[in-house]
Every structure is written in structure tokens, then in C-alpha cells.
């Protein structure tokens, strides 16, 4: 019995698709830059300096506001409130302990869920922060470029 799928990817012959030779010199497959699919080539902008690149402290107490530093300190700054975040919620188990062990109890199932919570709607505030600067410099990008 024969399988129906046996023939429905035979192997190319020479100088097909994907072979030696296609492109242009035998032997080497697919070279870029030759055949009927090029890639167009753009002309490269020689002599434009590169974005100057501040430390911390330049960056902290440049007064124009060209260059940030919220996107560098962003980690320390997710890792500081999440560490704050954890304390509230053990703070809040010892007062609701201390309350009554009744509430104790029930806030050992919500403060947990709250934290996590908390932590959840911290990253995706810092995250919309750190895109509104991405944006931001992708924009000072293209206008460089003379795109607008």
C-alpha cells in the first residue's frame, strides 16, 4: 500500500529554488544582492554623530529635560514599590491579627490577592510610562532622519 503523501514535496532538481547556482555562481546558494530579488539599497548617512550618550548624573540635572532618566531607573523604581507594597500587606495581616482573628483570617486570602493586585497595576503604570518615552524617542528618531 502506498502512502498519498509520499510525492507531494519532491526534492528540486539542480538550479531550482534554494540550489546551487540559482543566483549566480555555482556552487553558492542565494548570495544577497543577486537574481531577480534584490534588496534595494538605501544610501547611508555618513558623518551624523550619534545621539550623545549622558551619565546618570548628566541626565539628572540637565535642565532642558532633552535627555531621561525615568527609563533607566524604572527597574529600581518597580523593585522599590513592589518591596513597599509587600510590606503594606504583611503589615495589614498583623492588624487585622491584632483586630480580630476573625478578620485575620479572612485578609489571609486578601491581602495576598491585594498585593498582587497592587503589583499587577504598578508594572502596568510604569510600563505605559516607559512607552510614552519610547515613543518619544522613536519619534526624535525619525524626525533626524527627516521622515517629518
Known amino acids: 500500500m502506498t502512502n498519498p503523501y509520499d510525492n507531494q514535496n519532491p526534492q528540486p532538481e539542480y538550479g531550482q529554488y534554494g540550489q546551487p547556482g540559482q543566483y549566480g555562481q555555482p556552487g553558492q546558494p542565494g548570495q544577497p544582492g543577486q537574481g531577480p530579488y534584490t534588496q534595494p539599497s538605501y544610501p547611508q548617512q555618513a558623518n551624523q554623530p550619534?545621539?550623545?550618550?549622558?551619565?546618570?548624573?548628566?541626565?539628572?540635572?540637565?535642565?532642558?529635560?532633552?535627555?531621561?532618566?525615568?527609563?533607566?531607573?524604572?527597574?529600581?523604581?518597580?523593585?522599590i514599590l513592589v518591596v513597599l507594597q509587600g510590606i503594606w500587606a504583611l503589615l495589614f495581616l498583623a492588624f487585622a491579627f491584632d483586630l480580630n482573628p476573625g478578620f485575620g483570617i479572612i485578609s489571609l486570602v486578601i491581602a495576598p490577592i491585594a498585593w498582587f493586585l497592587a503589583v499587577l497595576l504598578t508594572r502596568v503604570g510604569l510600563e505605559s510610562l516607559v512607552v510614552v518615552f519610547k515613543i518619544k524617542e522613536d519619534l526624535g528618531a525619525i524626525r533626524n532622519r527627516g521622515g517629518f
Open 50 to 79: 550619534g545621539p550623545a550618550v549622558k551619565g546618570f548624573l548628566a541626565r539628572l540635572f540637565d535642565l532642558s529635560f532633552d535627555h531621561y532618566v525615568t527609563t533607566s531607573i524604572v527597574k529600581i523604581i518597580f523593585v
